[in-house]
C-alpha cells in the first residue's frame, strides 16, 4: 500500500519533534516534507531540532532541509504542531488553498465552524466541516489542550452515563508541555509555579465543546452545558500532567457504578480501525499511590490516560485522579489520531493544495 | 529576665530540630532538656539529629545528651514534635504527671477537651481546657496540620465576613513534611506523588474546629459547619506547601471585598504580644506568578502565608493560591507560638511535674 | 530451539527488576526461577518489587512466587543480583553445589581463580575457572562494578594501542545505582553527595585486573600496571553514571590517533555471537555539549559507552568523557552478556546441580 | 562614619543582585547607583531584577531607576558584575575616566597590568595597578572565576608549605553560575552538562597568576609555574560550585601535615580588618559524607571554603573535595571584599571619575 504523504509544521519544537517520531514507521503516513519557523527554512531538521531531534528517527530525515512553512506545500495533509501564536494566519492561508490541515494549535479550536476532535468521544463532529465551505476550500480539525485531553477523556463515561453538572479540576503539568526552552532551572528546582498563560481559560471552555452534542440539521454543535473551574501549576516532571478532578454529576451514583464506567469505556467503534488508537483510552488503577506520572504516563505508548483513587468528594459528588502524557495523547498522538480518523472517513482523498492539477 | 524551662520532644526529627532553631535566641524560652525517640536516649543531639542538626545552632546544643522521653522531665513546659504514631500514650502520661505539653502531633488535636489553637484565629478555645481537668492535672495544647494551618489561615477572615459554605483545597506538599527519612530520591525525582496517608483526613475536619465557636456556658467549641474535600500531592520541593483553593461563601462578595478581607485580616490582638507572632498571618500579593514555594516560603522568618490568585471560581465563588512554610508556621513555629500564648494566658505559672514540691 | 532455564537470585532489586526486564524476550534463557532476599521468599514477584516491576514484563511472570535464594535450585545457570553485602556466602554455597553463578556483586570479583570478564575484551580470563575445580565443582563468573564497566571499555584500546600508565577519573552517579530505597530525596535535590561506600576502592583495583594478561601456563591473570585514582559522587540523576576521566599513556599520541583507537575499537570478535552484545561498545561523539546522561545513557539499548570530549590533558596526556548506563551495562547487561559468554563456551553444558542424575 | 558612595553595573543579573544584597548593612559603602543592561535604563530596580530582586533588600531599592551603564556615574567606586560578554569596553572607559572599577569579568583578569586578587592570598598583587598609570586615570582591580576561587583558597596554603606541581580538578557547578535564565529546566531535570564555555580555560590560568609573586622591581606579578587539568560539568544545584582535586606536591607530606596546611590557613593579616572577611577563608571537616553544597555553601555567611575528605592520591600526591558558594565568596562577596580591600590601602581615596572638580 503506499502510504500518504505527510507534510509537518512546527517540526522542531517538541510536539512536532514527537510528531516526527510517532510518524516513522506509520503505515498509512510517510513524512514528505517539514518545517520549522521561517527563520529556521533552510537548515537541515537536525541543526534545528537540537539535541533530542535524531533521537528515534533514521538519520537520513535528520538532513531534509525544512521548508518555509509559509511556502508551498506538496502533501494534501498537513499535521501543524505550530506555536498558538503563530498557528492562526499560517493553518488559515494552507486551509484556505485546500489543504488538510490537522492542528494541535489552540488557535482556531473555539471557531464554531471547526471541530475540537478526540476519535473516542466525538467523531461526528467532523460533520461542522461542512460550514467550512462557506471561507475555506480545504479542512480544519483540531485537537484539545493537553490538559483537556486528559480531562475530556475522563468526563466523556461520566457525562454519559450520570451527567456532569460542575468539574473542579487541579493540574501538575510537566515542563514539556511549556516547549522550547521552558522555565529555566533555576525557576523550578526546588519549586513549582501557580500559573501558565491561558490554560485555566482553555481548561473552562474546551470540555464543553468536546462533550456537546452534534446537530444533524443545524450542522453545529451544541456545547454541553456545565462549568469548569481550573487551577494550573508547574511542576518539575520531564513529562506528564497530572490532573486532581472533582465532578458534581447530574445522577447520583456509587463509586462502583462510577468505577465500573471509567474502566468500560471504549469509545466510539470507529478507533478500533486507527493505527494509533490504544487497546482503551482510559485505565483505571486501585493502587493509592498511583497514578503517578513517572510510572503511568507512557501506558499503552503514552496513548491511556490513567485514573485512580476514584473516592467521593465531600463537595461535589466524587473525585479522582489522572495523568496523561502530554505530549504523545496530549499533543502529538492526539493529532495524529485525528489524522488518522480524518483517513479513514474520507477526507485525505479529497484533494489537496488548489494549485495542483 | 529568667527564661523559662521548656522541655523538647522529637527534637532529633525535622520539626524538632526547626524547634531548636527557632528557639535558639527566644527571649522567653530556654532548652534545657531534649528528647528523641526512646532508641537515640543517650547519645548526642547532634549524633541523634543528623547532618542539619547544628545548622544555626551553638555547638554547646550538640554535645547534649538526649534523654528517654518516656522518662522524667525537669521543666514544667514540653513542646512535642513527636511523629504522631507515638505521640499519643507518651504525651498523655506527661500530661497526667503535670506538664504543659504544647504538641504538633496529630493524636490528640480532634479530643473535645484539646483545643487545637491558632493564635490569631481562635486563643479562646483555649477554654476548654478547663475539662482536661477531668482526666489530667496538667494540659494540653495542640496546633493543626501543616497544610491546614495554611487553610485555616486563609479562611479565617472569610469566614468571618462572608461565611464559608465549602472549600475544596487540592496541595501541592514539599518533601521536609514528610520527615525524615522521607521519599526516596528514586521515587520522586521526576515525579509527585498523589496521595499522602491521613493528609486529606485532616484537612476534612480540623478547619472545622479551629473555626468553631467556643460556647462559654458549656466549655465546649462548636465546629464550624461547612465540609473541605482535599486532593493531596507530594512533589520535589525541599519545604513550602502549595494550596489551590476554591471557596464556596454564605454571603456573595466582589473580589475586591475579599481581597480587602484577606489583606486586612490581622487576627485576635492578642498576639501581638508573642515574640513569634508575624506582623501579618496573610500577606497578599498580585504578581500572577506568585506565590511559589520557593520565593515566599520564607516571609517574616517562614511565619506569614502569602496568598495570591485571588479570582472567582466557575463552580464554587472564589478561587486562590497560598503558600506556608511547613515546617515553621505550620509545624516548629506554630507550636512554639501556641506555647507563647499558653505563656501570656497564664499556663506555664500553673506548676510543672506533680512530683514537685 | 529449547530455552535454558535460568534462575534469578536479588531478582526484586534495582538490577535484578532489570535483569528481568533483559530476559524477557531473550533468544536463548528462559527465567524459570526467581529469588529476592530470604525474607520476600513465598511473596509473589510483583509484591515483592514493588511499583516498577511489572514495567515491560508479562503479568504471568508478576504473579510467579518468590523462592528462598538460600533453598534448592533448578536450573543450572544462576544470574546473580544480590546486594554484595549477601551475596558472597551464597553464591558460594550455589557453585560449591554445581551451579555455573554469573554474578554482578563485588564479593569474589578479586579472587584470584575468578574471572572479572567484559566479553570485548578478557574472554580469554575464563580460563582461570579451571582453578575454581580445587574448591569448588561449579562455576563462578563476575562483572566488575558500574563506574568501572565504563572506565575499563574505555581503557581498553588506548591499553591495547599506547599503554596506560595512570588513570585520574571523577564520577557522577546516578540515583539508580543505589539501589533501593537509595538516597532520600531530602538528602539530594539540590545537592549533590561526595562519597559513596567502596566505590573509588573498587575503581582503584578492578580495571586492572581486566586489562591484565591471561597466562596460559600459570592459568592464571597478570593484572594491567597501573594506578587509578577516583573521586565519586552522587547526583541526581535517575540513571547514568558520568565518568570524566585523565590517562596517562606509556607512548605519546595525538588526539586523533586516540580517536581512532576509541572509535575503531570493537574488541573480541567472540562477542559478535552474542544476542546481547551491542554493534560498539563504544561510540565517539564530536558534539562539545555530549555525551550527557539524560541523551546518551540508552544508546543501544543501553550496551553502548558514549565517550566524547577527547582532548589533551595539561597534567597527563589525554582526557575525555564517558558515559554507561550503570543499570544495563553497568550491571544487569553486563552479566547477560556474560551469561551469553559462558553459553557459547560451553560452561552452560557442563551439568548443574550435583544432585541432578 | 560617612558612607562611600558606590556604584553597581550588572546590578540586575544573578551576581548583581547578590552585590546589592550584600551592601544592604554595610559598614563602608551605600549603593547610590545601579545600572543593568543598557536596555533596561529607565526602569526601576524591582522591574530589571524580576522576582528574586527585592528578596533581602529595602524596598526603597526597588524603585530606584536604573542608570545606563554607558553614561555618567557619580560614585568614585564602581562595582561591576558585569557578563563578560560585555565587561570589557564599558570597565575600560569607566577606568579611563578616573574611576576605581572592582570588577568580577573575565575580561582583563589576565591583563599583566590588572591584578587578579583574593586578600587572604597575594594582597600585595596590587602593586602592579601602578603600571595602569600608563593607559589610565582610573584604577581596575578584579577578582577570579567562582571555581578559581574554590582552588586557589585551598591551593594557597599548600603552594606556600609544599609546593604544588601539578592539579587536576574536576568541578560540578550550580545552576546560579549560569545567571540569568541558565539552563532549561528540559535540559538539566534527571541530567548534569559536560560543559561550560570558557571555564576549563580560566582554571587553567587563573591560579596561577594568583599564587604568583609579585616582583617589587619590576613591578610586575611572576606566575606560579605549574599546570592545572580542568574538567568542568553543571548539576541540578541551586548555588554552590563541588570541587574534586588532586595535586602534585613539590616536597611529600604526609596526610596530617596537609590537613595542619589547610586547617591553618588564615591568609594575610589584613582581611582582618574588612568587613566580609570571614573568621577563617577554609574550614576543614571530617565527615566522610561533606562537603555537601546544601549543606556547607553557606558557612560562614557564603564567604569560607569548605574541605574535606583529605586523602593520599594514587595517581598525583593528595585529593581532596571543596564546596564553595558561587555567588557569595565565588562572586559578589570576592568582588566586594576586594573592594574593602582597596579602601583600606586607600585607592578609593585618590578620587574618582576625572570631570569632578
Same mark, same amino acid.
Request: glycine share 12%.
Given at each position: 500500500?503506499?502510504?500518504?504523504?505527510?507534510?509537518?509544521?512546527?517540526?522542531?519544537?517538541?510536539?512536532?519533534?514527537?510528531?516526527?517520531?510517532l510518524?516513522?514507521?506509520?503505515?498509512?503516513?510517510?513524512?514528505?516534507?517539514?518545517?520549522?519557523?521561517?527563520?529556521?527554512?533552510?537548515?537541515?531538521?537536525?541543526?534545528?531540532?537540537?539535541?533530542?531531534?535524531?533521537?528515534?528517527? $533514521?538519520e537520513?530525515?535528520?538532513?531534509?532541509?525544512?521548508? $518555509?512553512?509559509?511556502?508551498?506545500?506538496?502533501?494534501?495533509?498537513?499535521?501543524?504542531?505550530?506555536?498558538?501564536?503563530?498557528?492562526?494566519?499560517?493553518?488559515?492561508?494552507?486551509?484556505?488553498?485546500?489543504?488538510?490541515?490537522?492542528?494541535?494549535?489552540?488557535?482556531?479550536?473555539? $471557531?464554531?465552524?471547526?471541530?475540537?476532535?478526540?476519535?473516542?468521544?466525538?467523531?461526528?463532529?467532523?460533520?461542522?466541516?461542512?460550514?467550512?465551505?462557506?471561507?475555506?476550500s480545504?479542512?480544519?480539525?483540531?485537537?484539545?489542550?493537553?490538559?483537556?485531553?486528559?480531562?475530556?477523556?475522563?468526563?466523556?463515561?461520566?457525562?454519559?452515563?450520570?451527567?456532569?453538572?460542575?468539574?473542579?479540576?487541579?493540574t501538575?503539568?510537566?515542563?514539556?508541555?511549556?516547549?522550547?526552552?521552558?522555565?529555566?532551572?533555576?525557576?523550578?528546582?526546588?519549586?513549582?509555579?501557580?500559573?501558565?498563560?491561558?490554560? /485555566?481559560?482553555?481548561?473552562?471552555?474546551?470540555?464543553?465543546?468536546?462533550? =456537546?452534542?452534534?446537530?444533524?440539521?443545524? =450542522?453545529?454543535?451544541?456545547?454541553?452545558?456545565?462549568?469548569?473551574?481550573?487551577h494550573?501549576?508547574?511542576?518539575?516532571?520531564?513529562?506528564?500532567h497530572?490532573?486532581?478532578?472533582?465532578?458534581?454529576?447530574?445522577?447520583?451514583? /456509587?463509586?462502583?457504578?462510577? /468505577? =465500573?464506567?471509567?474502566?468500560?469505556?471504549?469509545?466510539?467503534?470507529?478507533? /478500533?480501525?486507527?493505527?494509533?488508537?490504544?487497546?482503551?483510552?482510559?485505565?483505571?488503577?486501585?493502587?493509592?499511590?498511583?497514578?503517578?506520572?513517572?510510572?503511568?504516563?507512557?501506558?499503552? =505508548?503514552?496513548?491511556?490516560?490513567?485514573?485512580?483513587?476514584?473516592?467521593?468528594?465531600?463537595?461535589? $459528588?466524587?473525585?479522582?485522579?489522572?495523568?496523561?502524557?502530554?505530549?504523545?495523547?496530549?499533543?502529538?498522538?492526539?493529532?495524529?489520531?485525528?489524522?488518522?480518523?480524518?483517513?479513514?472517513?474520507?477526507?485525505?482523498?479529497?484533494?489537496?493544495?488548489d494549485?495542483?492539477?
Open positions: 500500500m503506499d502510504r500518504i504523504d505527510v507534510g509537518i509544521l512546527g517540526a522542531t519544537g517538541t510536539v512536532g519533534q514527537r510528531l516526527v517520531r510518524l516513522a514507521d506509520h503505515p498509512w503516513f510517510h513524512v514528505s516534507e517539514l518545517a520549522g519557523s521561517p527563520e529556521s527554512a533552510g537548515r537541515t531538521y537536525a541543526e534545528g531540532g537540537g539535541p533530542d531531534a535524531l533521537d528515534g528517527v $533514521d537520513e530525515l535528520g538532513r531534509r532541509t525544512l521548508k $518555509d512553512p509559509e511556502g508551498e506545500w506538496q502533501s494534501g495533509l498537513l499535521l501543524s504542531a505550530l506555536p498558538s501564536g503563530v498557528a492562526g494566519p499560517i493553518e488559515e492561508r494552507l486551509v484556505g488553498r485546500g489543504h488538510l490541515v490537522v492542528s494541535n494549535a489552540s488557535s482556531h479550536r473555539m $471557531d464554531p465552524d471547526v471541530p475540537l476532535i478526540i476519535p473516542e468521544i466525538n467523531p461526528d463532529h467532523l460533520g461542522i466541516t461542512e460550514r467550512q465551505r462557506e471561507r475555506w480545504g479542512t480544519l480539525i483540531t485537537n484539545p489542550n493537553c490538559s483537556v485531553m486528559g480531562l475530556a477523556l475522563a468526563l466523556a463515561p461520566l457525562h454519559r452515563q450520570f451527567g456532569v453538572k460542575a468539574v473542579q479540576v487541579t501538575l503539568q510537566s515542563l514539556s508541555g511549556a516547549g522550547r526552552p521552558g522555565p529555566s532551572a533555576s525557576e523550578i528546582v526546588d519549586n513549582v509555579l501557580p500559573h501558565i498563560t491561558g490554560e /485555566e481559560e482553555k481548561l473552562a471552555r474546551e470540555p464543553q465543546k468536546i462533550l =456537546g452534542r452534534f446537530e444533524t440539521g443545524r =450542522g453545529a454543535v451544541d456545547a454541553a452545558n456545565f462549568e469548569v473551574s481550573a494550573v501549576h508547574r511542576v518539575p516532571v520531564r513529562h506528564g497530572l490532573l486532581a478532578v472533582s465532578v458534581a454529576l447530574e445522577e447520583a451514583a /456509587e463509586m462502583t457504578r462510577i /468505577e =465500573g464506567a471509567l474502566e468500560g469505556f471504549t469509545g466510539a467503534r470507529l478507533d /478500533e480501525a486507527l493505527p494509533s488508537a490504544p487497546a482503551r483510552p482510559l485505565r483505571l488503577v486501585r493502587d493509592l499511590q498511583r497514578p503517578q506520572p513517572r510510572l503511568d504516563r507512557d501506558r499503552d =505508548g503514552g496513548m491511556t490516560v490513567t485514573i485512580g483513587r476514584v473516592r467521593p468528594c465531600q463537595v461535589l $459528588d466524587v473525585k479522582f485522579t489522572a495523568v496523561i502524557h502530554n505530549l504523545i495523547r496530549g499533543a502529538a498522538g492526539a493529532a495524529l489520531l485525528n489524522a488518522e480518523l480524518a483517513h479513514v472517513t474520507g477526507f485525505t482523498s479529497r484533494g489537496g493544495p494549485d495542483r492539477p
